[in-house]
T-cell receptor, first 114, second 115 residues
Framework: KAGVTQTPRYLIKTRGQQVTLSCSPISGHRSVSWYQQTPGQGLQFLFEYFSETQRNKGNFPGRFSGRQFSNSRSEMNVSTLELGDSALYLC?????????????FGEGSWLTVV | AQSVSQHNHHVILSEAASLELGCNYSYGGTVNLFWYVQYPGQHLQLLLKYFSGDPLVKGIKGFEAEFIKSKFSFNLRKPSVQWSDTAEYFCAVNSGAGGYNKLIFGAGTRLAVHP
């Protein structure tokens, strides 16, 4: 079956702009999480959505937001972009939230802010 | 708060050498532990996971890890590495308290295997 799909794969934005990234989870998966990966901070959890509700949130400013649709597809938005937002943004999906459940990652969206 | 520490940031080995990558976590409650691998240009893939039962866990591609609760450790091992194991390896933890879909990652270990 198809894996976690993220679009776009690469994008360049200017400081102050906003960006929307999209994620399609594995079919049947109801949980979608987002992570930011940078050389300096590593992999950091942004937030998790389950059945269209934000269930968990990491320690990021309010400029980072997301949502989930009824078909489990998710989007994340970053407003007022800063240079430090340049990163690989990873989407992950899982069936549910139970001990030991496997979390599958997409290939990510590379965001460069200039 | 939970945290994960990976001791080695860079490891260089020759083919057929044995591998052990260290991982320690800080959390006093019940945890689930994971090792992910990221090959160059590819997405994160799950190597293995532990959430209960036998503390010695076997994963894909000949990797295994041992959960030692008293040491808060979950070290990754492979008896004989191959050039194709060149990648970055991440240890991660989650728990019911933080949410089972919220992974806390270590900084990663870059492994380079020379032929």
């Amino acid at each position: 079956k198809a894996g976690v799909t993220q679009t776009p794969r690469y994008l360049i934005k200017t400081r102050g702009q906003q960006v929307t990234l999209s994620c399609s989870p594995i079919s049947g998966h109801r949980s979608v999480s987002w992570y930011q990966q940078t050389p300096g901070q590593g992999l950091q959890f942004l937030f998790e959505y389950f059945s269209e509700t934000q269930r968990n949130k990491g320690n990021f400013p309010g400029r980072f937001s997301g949502r989930q649709f009824s078909n489990s597809r998710s989007e994340m938005n970053v407003s007022t972009l800063e240079l430090g937002d340049s990163a690989l943004y990873l989407c992950a999906s899982s069936l549910d939230s139970v001990p030991g459940n496997t979390i599958y990652f997409g290939e990510g969206s590379w965001l460069t802010v200039v | 708060a939970q945290s994960v520490s990976q001791h080695n940031h860079h490891v260089i080995l020759s083919e057929a050498a044995s591998l052990e990558l260290g991982c320690n976590y800080s959390y006093g409650g019940t945890v689930n532990l994971f090792w992910y691998v990221q090959y160059p240009g590819q997405h994160l893939q799950l190597l293995l996971k532990y959430f209960s039962g036998d503390p010695l866990v076997k994963g894909i591609k000949g990797f295994e890890a041992e959960f030692i609760k008293s040491k808060f450790s979950f070290n990754l091992r492979k008896p004989s590495v191959q050039w194709s194991d060149t990648a970055e390896y991440f240890c991660a933890v989650n728990s019911g308290a933080g949410g089972y879909n919220k992974l806390i990652f270590g900084a990663g270990t870059r492994l380079a295997v020379h032929p």
